[in-house]
């Protein structure tokens, strides 16, 4: 037993040595840089002062815990239909419905930019539709502002979402749906008393990675509208690839606030998270 026990260990020293030069190593960094004034020495938090204190990175902060909780509750209210609707269909219907989302979700960056701009930007097909057919609300759509930015947003989320909501569905017992209509209930009574909170832990779990996925993602924001758009990854990009002045202690104090975002919003769901299995584990 012992030697297999060593055996595992030096299987993992690849997995453990790629860990800490790509993620640890770099974490360590940034933490460190961003307590470092740029251009200077010594431990300060003058970079911290500037991030909560400037506008610009105020309504950047705002400006993401915006469209990251916005298109996460949207994204994953439209996936929670469609990973139900593959687990009430089983066959050749379902089975396409899955591979469609999978190739879905992998489309996204600036391909999915350019596909917007092509559809909704300022000439795109659509606005074109909306102003030969009169339609006011498609004729005079501006795909540059935050609304926009939400709904392209919510369109990568939905399938990442269903992919990871539709193995919790597979926790749903027949026998329950027979026990409640036997009761008297009817589906929505199921769904809403016993089939929502069995599947909560998993709809917060879910939640919370389409959190991060929204709160870091780059490519499309950026494809789309450049710096027009105050957002985190943009603003610590712009730190640290900035074309007048690299401030590294303050990208590093950017990424430090966001990353510290994404824990929070951990700890919040998981505490829920708890709390909705100690309910089912009474019941």
Not at 11 to 20: E, G, K, R, S, T
Request: charged residues 10%; contains cysteine; hydrophobic residues 50%.
């Amino acid at each position: 037993m012992k030697k297999q026990k060593y055996v595992y260990l030096l299987a993992l020293l690849p997995f453990l040595a790629v860990a800490i030069l790509y993620e640890i190593v770099p974490l360590c960094s940034v933490i460190g840089n961003s307590f470092l004034p740029d251009g200077g020495t010594g431990f300060s938090l003058e970079n911290y002062e500037k991030v909560f204190t400037k506008l610009l990175y105020q309504k950047a902060i705002v400006n993401s815990l915006k469209i990251s909780l916005t298109s996460s509750i949207i994204g994953i209210i439209i996936a929670f239909l469609g990973a139900k609707a593959i687990h009430n269909h089983t066959g050749k219907l379902s089975t396409a419905f899955t591979t469609v989302l999978n190739m879905v979700s992998n489309f996204a960056g600036v391909p999915l930019a350019f596909s917007y701009m092509i559809l909704l930007g300022n000439a795109g097909f659509m606005v074109h539709v909306g102003q030969e057919l009169g339609i006011e609300g498609l004729a005079g759509y501006n795909l540059y502002t935050s609304g926009g930015m939400s709904m392209i947003y919510v369109y990568f989320q939905i399938p990442l979402a269903t992919l990871l909501l539709i193995p919790a569905f597979e926790g749903i017992r027949r026998e329950w749906k027979e026990a409640v209509a036997l009761l008297g209930g009817n589906m929505t009574c199921f769904w809403t008393k016993v089939g929502v909170p069995v599947l909560m832990p998993g709809i917060l779990g879910t939640f919370s990675v389409l959190f991060a996925n929204a709160l870091a993602a780059y490519a499309t924001v950026y494809a789309l509208m450049m710096n027009n758009i105050s957002l985190l990854p943009i603003q610590i990009a712009g730190s640290f690839v900035g074309e007048v002045k690299l401030k590294p202690g303050l990208g590093g104090a950017l990424s430090v606030v966001m990353m510290a975002m994404m824990v929070i919003m951990i700890f919040v769901t998981n505490g829920i998270s708890r709390q909705f299995q100690k309910g089912v584990k009474k019941v």
